[in-house]
């Protein structure tokens, strides 16, 4: 089952933007989960690295993403590693750094 | 086959329904009584408690009585001690008002608070009097406050302390718990964040917890008999048996090197790696197992780091709470900073992250202590050195397994074993060097020559 369709299941109320958002970091995070823990299996507001999806190299990777794909900056706000510990906190961080 | 999957359930029987059930039954009423506000409370008892004996006994430790405060001195320290956390929390709850670079830059002028402190102190005499000893006692006391006073103002830059008391912060300010300079546990986003909120959660927590407990004791006497059987002395165990030491300490042997052969020196390596593996291990489980207990379920301190299969995933594995902080204060700050200038250069700024924590982070956390900074000062040269040989394997290490891009290395058990064997070669080699002392970086140097036969 698609992670998307698992998530609205549950009874999340997404906007067609956040969902799109969510659909494309579901992709990317496929690209650097660990082999034997599938994002599949997640919820949203599952935190990714006590599940074990990924280590905090992969942390990196998420704000290396988030930098390139949304133009946050990083520089001038900090990293909040409790902001991306799950799906839904990254989205949230998408939505409020936005102009 | 059916033995290994009994052992596996019995291994993870803190996550069997059935037993949390069976907890949930056995607590009843004690464990709907232990609210987490309740917990709270108890573990803020306790804060009070070590935030009046730590310092006390910290003071009265101290070879240099000249200096320090007398013990009413030392109570004094302790209350400034406990004023200098209410400010960080008022900073913290009042973030947004602070002044724009204090806002910017909160670790950094945190810190250029207590090295204000200790610049103070080097430019005045102990002529000054008891509040010149009550400051030096503050000098001495406040490293093992301040990266939790760090976690503080972290939660207070993610807006997350407006709206909760000073008394939802003691706990993990003071931990009674227990701890190192380094904050198990994390700060407050963390322990919230781990926080069992109902009864069924906190069964799940304290079961977590007892078998953390349980760990901790086998550890424990796993780590008698090997130094009983290795070492030969230096416990009852091996007093009681009578038995010979086969390896010297690795310590003993660094400061005569050559002076065994190799295989001797090879074991005392590998055994001194285990050997510290063990003690880590022990500890923190103790930690975090009474975390556990209090119902932050948080992650362990060690877990198997001795299977680790990458320099990166042992240093993660190893000593957890303390690469978070390496993580948090340095490495993550310098990464961001980065970002703009070295965006189209991401080795290069994966390199300097890594060597702003595993390095230059490692050093400065060593450094900051009363003792060594008022004391007579000298370059820790075996630690600058492990420490530059740290941040460089594991810069290769994760700059590899980025370049793998998460595909899993060649499966195989040979594969493996060879992989685990070249982690516990480079973390035994840099051992040699984890010390202060400044006198031994020649001797060091000349015994991991000698294991070449040079």
């Known amino acids: 089952m698609e992670p998307s369709a698992k998530l609205s299941q549950k009874g999340e109320s997404l906007s067609v933007e956040r969902q799109q958002r969510q659909t494309n970091l579901i992709d990317f995070l496929r690209t650097i989960q660990k082999p034997n823990k599938p994002v599949e299996s997640l919820g949203i507001h599952d935190s990714l690295v006590d599940s074990g999806l990924i280590d905090s190299l992969a942390t990196l990777q998420i704000v290396e993403y988030l930098e390139t794909t949304y133009g946050i900056d990083f520089a001038s706000m900090g990293v909040d590693p409790e902001q991306l510990a799950s799906i839904a906190g990254i989205l949230d961080l998408i939505e409020k750094s936005r102009p | ?454």
């Open chain 2, 1 to 454: 086959m059916r033995a290994r999957i009994a052992l596996d359930q019995l291994g993870q029987f803190h996550e069997n329904p059935a037993v949390i059930a069976w907890w949930c039954r056995l607590g009843g009423r004690a464990l709907e009584w232990q609210t987490p506000a309740r917990r709270r409370m108890i573990l803020v008892l306790g804060a009070i408690w070590i935030g009046f004996k730590e310092p006390l006994e910290t003071l009265a430790r101290r070879n240099s009585p000249s200096q320090m405060p007398d013990e009413l001195g030392a109570i004094v320290v302790a209350l400034l001690a406990f004023a200098l956390l209410w400010l960080c929390y008022k900073a913290a709850s009042n973030f947004k008002s602070l002044p724009a670079f204090v806002r910017r830059h909160p670790y950094i002028s945190l810190h250029l608070l207590y090295w204000g402190l200790i610049v103070f102190l080097l430019s005045t005499t102990p002529a000054l009097g008891e509040w010149r000893s009550i400051l030096v006692g503050v000098a001495f006391v406040f490293p093992h406050l301040i990266w939790r006073c760090g976690y503080l103002l972290q939660s207070g830059l993610h807006d997350r302390v407006a709206g909760t008391r000073f008394r939802d912060h003691l706990f993990y300010l003071w931990p009674v718990f227990g701890g190192s300079n380094t904050p198990y546990g994390k700060g407050f986003d963390y322990l919230s964040r781990c926080e069992a909120k109902t009864a069924e959660e906190l069964a799940r927590s304290q079961l977590a917890g007892i078998k953390l407990l349980l760990l901790s004791l086998a550890w424990s006497i796993v780590l008698d008999i090997w130094e009983a059987f290795v070492y030969g002395s230096g416990n009852s165990l091996s007093r009681a048996l009578g038995a010979q030491p086969v390896v010297p300490y690795l310590n003993d042997l660094a400061q005569q090197p050559g002076s065994a052969p190799l295989w001797v020196a090879w074991a005392s390596l590998y055994g001194e790696l285990i050997r510290d593996v063990l003690k880590l291990a022990i500890r923190g489980h103790q930690i975090i197992g009474t975390l556990r207990i209090f119902g932050f379920n948080v992650f362990r301190n060690t877990y198997k780091p001795l299977l680790a299969e990458s320099l990166v995933a042992f240093w993660g594995r190893y000593y957890y709470y303390f690469k978070e902080l390496l993580v948090t204060f340095f490495f993550l700050p310098t990464f961001a900073q980065l970002g703009r200038k070295l965006r189209d250069r991401p080795d290069l700024r994966l390199f300097a992250a890594v060597f702003a924590s595993a390095f230059a982070g490692n050093l400065y956390y060593h450094m900051l202590k009363g003792s060594r900074l008022l004391g007579e000062w000298q370059v820790p040269w075996p630690r600058v050195f492990y420490c530059f040989l740290l941040a460089t394997g594991i810069f290769l290490s994760m700059w590899r397994e980025k370049r793998r891009g998460g595909v899993t290395p060649p499966g195989g058990l040979g594969r493996r074993v060879l992989r685990i064997a070249g982690v516990w070669t480079f973390f035994g080699m840099i051992i040699i060097w984890n010390t202060n002392d400044g006198h031994a970086f020649y001797t060091r140097t000349m015994f991991f020559l000698s294991l070449f036969g040079l």
